[in-house]
Each structure stands twice: as structure tokens, then as C-alpha cells.
T-cell receptor, first 115, second 110 residues
Framework: AQSVTQLGSHVSVSEGALVLLRCNYSSSVPPYLFWYVQYPNQGLQLLLK??????LVKGINGFEAEFKKSETSFHLTKPSAHMSDAAEYFC?????????????FGRGTSLIVHP | NAGVTQTPKFQVLKTGQSMTLQCAQDMNHEYMSWYRQDPGMGLRLIHYSVGAGITDQGEVPNGYNVSRSTTEDFPLRLLSAAPSQTSVYFC?????????FGPGTRLTVT
């Protein structure tokens, strides 16, 4: 079985500050891990993915995430927040243990960026 | 490519009414799925399909039916709408692990 926990339903940062969104996962087999972003009134789009290659994954818009197996974590970071980063962020895990690629999503973290 | 399309974008139903949310993809993806998004709950899987003619239940299937007669289409049917089904519904498709999402349908049941 697979599951995802996102710590903090809301994260507030100032423009230019470091962004850190936390994600921990549970999986019985090596997982695929994802971060999706949802801008207001839109669908979800893929930000980045880990698929068992490099543990540090770079995505769009300057975001990156590091897969840490020992900590079962996949935290999302960005060195300097921009106002346009304000959105809902979802971590997801897919491990094929259920026989399909259908992922399980976390509850989401709303990123608020202050000027 | 249009990607994943969903219709309608908005819908208001009265309790007890039925309706079908449409989802179509033009990427020849094997996998299709329906999620509902509620505040603080993230995305919860309703039903999914691993190919034409094959469907299975997700986390919250009660009150919803699906069928998949073609690779392209995966409609979601609400049999008798209830206020608890007020939500935003997303359809997604994939050929492997990366999901492609539609723009969503915002449903209100009064």
C-alpha cells in the first residue's frame, strides 16, 4: 500500500525567501514520486518527478526535490520565492504495488507568498 | 493535441438528479481516472480504468458509476446526486506514471 503525508496545509513565505514544502511517503516497494502544482481554478500540472535515477530532481520554475530513502521523504524546495509561485502543491506516490500506475496524492499544501 | 478535455466546466444539480461528466483524451493513453477535490482532502480517487472495458473502484466510489467502451472516453455518472457530491472533479490520463489532468468540472448539488 502507498500513502503520502504533506506536513502543513499552508506555508507562508516572503518574496525572495526559501520555499520548503514537506512530503513523506510510505511504500512497500521502490516508489515513483511526484510534485504537482495547481494554480487557482486550473487543473494539476507536473512540476517534477523521481523515477529511480538521480536522487536530486530538478523541475520547472526553479523547483527541485531530493529523494531520501532513509527518511522516506521527498521535500520540495526553491531558493527564492516569487509571487507567481503562489499555488496549491501536491505530492504523489506511485509504486505499482496495486498493479497500476495510479498514484496516491497527499492533501496538498497551499503556498502563500507575501510581497 | 487537445490533451484531456472535460465537460461541462460548471454544473448545478438538485438532490436526486442524475448526470454524466464527460472526459476524453486524444493521447491514446491506457490509464484513465477520476478524482474529486475537496478543501483539505487533496485528490481522492473515485474510479479508474487500465484499458477499454476494464474499470475498478478507487477510494471513494459510492454514488458514482463508470464505463470505458473506448480508449478515448471515460464518463463518470452520478446516479442520484447528493449534497455530499458537491466538489471539483478531475479526470486524468496516463500511459505510465505521469498523469495528465483535465481542467476540472465544478459541481454543486443543492
Amino acid at each position: 500500500a502507498q500513502s503520502v503525508t504533506q506536513l502543513g496545509s499552508h506555508v507562508s513565505v516572503s518574496e525572495g525567501a526559501l520555499v520548503l514544502l514537506r512530503c513523506n511517503y510510505s511504500s512497500s516497494v521502490p516508489p515513483y514520486l511526484f510534485w504537482y502544482v495547481q494554480y487557482p481554478n486550473q487543473g494539476l500540472q507536473l512540476l517534477l518527478k523521481y523515477t529511480s535515477a538521480a536522487t536530486l530532481v530538478k523541475g520547472i520554475n526553479g523547483f527541485e526535490a531530493e529523494f531520501k530513502k532513509s527518511e522516506t521523504s521527498f521535500h520540495l524546495t526553491k531558493p527564492s520565492a516569487h509571487m507567481s509561485d503562489a499555488a496549491e502543491y501536491f505530492c504523489a506516490v506511485s509504486d505499482l504495488s496495486g498493479g497500476s500506475y495510479i498514484p496516491t496524492f497527499g492533501r496538498g499544501t497551499s503556498l502563500i507568498v507575501h510581497p | 493535441n487537445a490533451g484531456v478535455t472535460q465537460t461541462p466546466k460548471f454544473q448545478v444539480l438538485k438532490t436526486g438528479q442524475s448526470m454524466t461528466l464527460q472526459c476524453a483524451q486524444d493521447m491514446n493513453h491506457e490509464y484513465m481516472s477520476w478524482y474529486r477535490q475537496d478543501p483539505g482532502m487533496g485528490l481522492r480517487l473515485i474510479h479508474y480504468s487500465v484499458g477499454a472495458g476494464i474499470t475498478d473502484q478507487g477510494e471513494v466510489p459510492n454514488g458514482y458509476n463508470v464505463s470505458r467502451s473506448t480508449t478515448e472516453d471515460f464518463p463518470l455518472r452520478l446516479l442520484s446526486a447528493a449534497p455530499s457530491q458537491t466538489s471539483v472533479y478531475f479526470c486524468a490520463s496516463s500511459s505510465s506514471y505521469e498523469q495528465y489532468f483535465g481542467p476540472g468540472t465544478r459541481l454543486t448539488v443543492t
